[in-house]
């Protein structure tokens, strides 16, 4: 059965009108895949465009608010917000990118796995605390980095994005733990904790043109999963892993280099993509067909 292409649908208190502010998370619970990079590149080009954008950082690690130079100090993560000590509006900080602001993460996230957890309804805690920034109309979209892992911050996150970006490493064991990752997004939307939940696409990353390892695993992916795939891939590139290590973005690393290419040209399909309300839900089988 293949993945089905889906309009939003239309639910109390949720934004249906495509040109809304949206809520993405970013994700794969398999570590190593650019989920960060791909968070914080894809969230400058998008500002880049003139589109206003919000990162959040979920990961404790924090290499999103390092890369974007987001201070960070005792109850400036969103850990203060999901426990109810600060509201969100509070943390958000202005970066030196036009339209691109942020939360920072920190170690105090770690804990939101314990405390959230002891909360009633505690799926739901990070949609509750998002909404009033959400509803404020100052971002067209949100970004939620998302921690590699299947805990309580990763849920919240699919509990609180009205879509979800999967990077997706091109080698073989690409699609290793994907389908544990959309049965995930599946309970999520059956339970109610969030029925609108949908796939903004799968998003190809570390692409090495020079090896017939990668261009054999997009010929694949795109076999079996079509139109879901971004065709904007992104290369493995020295200067994409540099970026971090000097606070940068790429745009601002290597503007003209192959990497920020790549992410301008994904932000482009993705602003069309939401554009023209495409997102994509169902059942997570492969197409098996052809």
């Not at 190593?32 to 791909?38: E, S």
């Not at 796939?199 to 010929?219: E, H, K, Y």
Request: charged content about 20%; proline content about 6%.
């Amino acid at each position: 059965m293949r993945w089905r292409k889906g309009l939003p649908i239309t639910t109390e208190g949720r934004q249906t009108d495509p040109m809304k502010t949206k809520v993405i998370a970013i994700a794969n619970q398999k570590g190593g895949v650019g989920k960060t990079t791909t968070s914080v590149n894809l969230a400058a080009a998008i500002a880049e465009s003139g589109h206003p954008v919000l990162l959040l950082d979920l990961d404790p690690q924090g290499n999103a608010s390092s890369a974007l130079g987001l201070e960070t100090g005792e109850g400036s993560s969103l850990y203060a917000a999901m426990i109810g000590e600060t509201p969100m509006e509070d943390l958000i900080q202005e970066t030196r990118l036009p339209n691109l602001a942020g939360i920072p993460a920190d170690l105090d996230l770690a804990g939101a796995e314990i405390e959230v957890a002891r909360m009633e309804g505690h799926l739901g805690q990070l949609r509750s605390v998002l909404e009033p920034v959400r509803n404020s109309g100052r971002f067209e979209f949100i970004i939620l980095d998302c921690p590699p892992s299947l805990g309580i911050l990763m849920t919240n996150a699919l509990s609180a994005a009205d879509e979800i970006l999967i990077p997706i490493q091109c080698e073989y064991y690409a699609l290793e733990g994907l389908g544990k990752l959309v049965s995930v997004m599946e309970q999520i939307r059956e339970s109610g904790a969030n029925p609108t939940l949908a796939m903004s696409g799968l998003l190809m990353t570390m692409l090495d043109v020079r090896t017939n390892i990668s261009a054999a695993v997009v010929r694949d992916v795109r076999a079996h999963f079509e139109e879901v795939v971004f065709q904007a891939a992104i290369p493995r590139s020295v200067r994409i892993s540099e970026a971090p290590s000097f606070g940068k973005t790429i745009l601002e690393y290597d503007p003209k280099g192959p990497g920020a290419t790549a992410y301008r040209v994904l932000a482009k399909e993705f602003l069309d993509r939401q554009k023209r309300g495409i997102s994509f839900v169902g059942a997570p089988q492969r197409n098996e067909e052809g």
